[in-house]
């Protein structure tokens, strides 16, 4: 399976700043995912990152607030923007690799807005 | 869109047990069906996993079974050790079409030793 390095582990911002988030694949991947955890709970879909179009956002997420970039077939981030303290969470990208199963995860970033 | 619900929401069992966690999924296209396992502070790992055209998969103490008809598949955890405590994740996918996973509650288990 793919390994993903997701960075920075852990963050502490101030309330209005933004936060980018970036991973990196040691395979090309088509489709990249981004998703949140808040505290103790499951993980929610925020966007599917296709390189060379748009990231398409699920619903209650949006571009302003979470831009995303897809330069190529390893890479993507994620930018919190504007930050308030409930944006403080578990941000993580996954990808398939393989193509058929077996989604993997980052390391995930921890994001705490003060 | 998909809709994934899992119970229980938490799960404690004395070590030795069998621990089971049922999962319902409500798009019939949905054809891939992970189960994640997360420890405290780390990323969520696939532990199994089951496709569509099949009933049953096991691996070793762990075993998953999916009824399409009833659009309900569940994880089965034998002989329970204190090393399986963790919160469980069942997702769902549908691998032709949006390739999105989407995910369950969440079980929290605990195992009693």
């Known amino acids: 399976s793919a390994v993903i390095s997701q960075k920075p582990s852990r963050d502490i911002c101030q309330r209005g700043t933004s936060l980018t988030i970036q991973c990196q694949v040691d395979?090309?991947?088509?489709?990249m995912f981004w998703y949140r955890q808040q505290p103790g709970q499951s993980l929610t879909l925020i966007a599917t990152a296709n390189q060379g179009s748009e990231a398409t956002y699920e619903s209650g997420f949006v571009i302003d607030k979470f831009p995303i970039s897809r330069p190529n077939l390893t890479f993507s981030t994620l930018t919190v923007s504007n930050m308030s303290p409930e944006d403080s969470s578990i941000y993580l990208c996954?990808?398939?690799?393989?193509?058929?199963?077996?989604?993997?995860f980052g390391s995930g970033t921890r994001l705490t807005v003060v | 869109g998909e809709n994934v619900e899992q119970h229980p929401s938490t799960l404690s069992v004395q070590e030795g047990d069998s621990a089971v966690i049922k999962c319902t999924y409500s798009d019939s296209a949905s054809n891939y069906f992970p189960w994640y396992k997360q420890e405290l502070g780390k990323r969520p790992q696939l532990i199994i996993d089951?496709?569509?055209?099949?009933g049953e998969k096991k691996d070793q103490r762990i075993a998953v079974t999916l009824n399409k008809t009833a659009k309900h598949f569940s994880l089965h955890i034998t002989e329970t050790q204190p090393e399986d405590s963790a919160v469980y994740f069942c997702a769902a996918i549908r691998m032709d079409s949006s390739y999105k996973l989407i995910f369950g509650s969440g079980t929290r288990l605990l195992v009693r030793p």
């Open positions: 996954s990808v398939d690799a393989t193509g058929s199963s077996g989604y993997t």
């Open positions: 089951i496709r569509s055209n099949v």
């Open positions: 395979s090309q991947v088509t489709m």
